[in-house]
């Protein structure tokens, strides 16, 4: 059965540092998500991406984070410079069509020290 | 801003009984909803999805319904298992934006 990807499962960095998160969607799907998990909360909406352009994002989603799909199978988050609240695990998600089923990766747990 | 809560925040019941778990939404103008499980620590795996335009969705043991000018959404799961114990979570859709709840912890006691 299709699933989406992530890697890694658990990454640890400085703070200040650079992260990139990868995610590879299942492959007929067009609209790709970031959420995240803060320990103990709720899943929150990072941002929506579809058609190479970003479609919708929250306020979290400041000029620290970037999304890109550099090819035709992966979908990134980049956070530029780390700080220790962005410590979660973030979900990648994919649908294939607008108002679809959407379906989760199993998160990649960063950690920020 | 939606704002949706699960009642209850945790559960326990005995293996083999049935059981409603409920969410409630804020905001009536979605597309959809879907329900989530969530073992601990781990990702999200979709249950169901509802439509705006249905009433109730049935997947298995599992069987969801969906009071969309009410704002509530009801999960019903039968005859519990202790493979069901995990957290529980809805989240309405709309644009392109699902809006989690805090979820339901359910504890099957074999």
């Known amino acids: 059965e299709p699933e989406v990807t992530q890697t890694p499962s658990h990454q640890v960095t400085q703070m200040g540092q650079e992260v990139i998160l990868r995610c590879v969607p299942i492959?007929?799907?067009?609209?790709f998500y970031w959420y995240r998990q803060i320990l103990g909360q709720k899943v929150e909406f990072l941002v929506s991406?579809?058609?190479?352009?970003?479609?919708?994002k929250s306020e979290i989603f400041d000029d620290q984070f970037s999304v890109e799909r550099p090819d035709g199978s992966n979908f990134t988050l980049k956070i530029r410079s780390t700080k220790l609240e962005d410590s979660a695990m973030y979900f990648c998600?994919?649908?294939?069509?607008?108002?679809?089923?959407?379906?989760f990766g199993q998160g990649t747990r960063l950690t920020v020290v | 801003k939606q704002e949706v809560t699960q009642i209850p925040a945790a559960l326990s019941v005995p293996e083999g009984e049935n059981l409603v778990l409920n969410c409630s939404f804020t905001d009536s103008a979605i597309y959809n909803l879907q329900w989530f499980r969530q073992d601990h620590g781990k990702g999200l795996t979709s249950l169901l999805l509802?439509?705006?335009?249905?009433r109730e969705q049935t997947s298995g043991r599992l069987n969801a319904s969906l009071d969309k000018s009410s704002g509530r959404s009801t999960l019903y799961i039968a005859a519990s298992q202790p493979g069901d114990s995990a957290t529980y979570l809805c989240?309405?859709?709309?644009?392109?934006?699902?809006?989690f709840g805090t979820g339901t912890r359910l504890t099957i006691i074999p």
């Open positions: 509802i439509q705006s335009s249905q």
């Open positions: 492959s007929n799907h067009l609209y």
């Open positions: 989240a309405p859709g709309r644009n392109e934006k699902l809006t």
């Open positions: 998600a994919s649908r294939p069509g607008t108002a679809t089923e959407a379906f």
């Open positions: 991406f579809y058609n190479n352009e970003i479609s919708e």
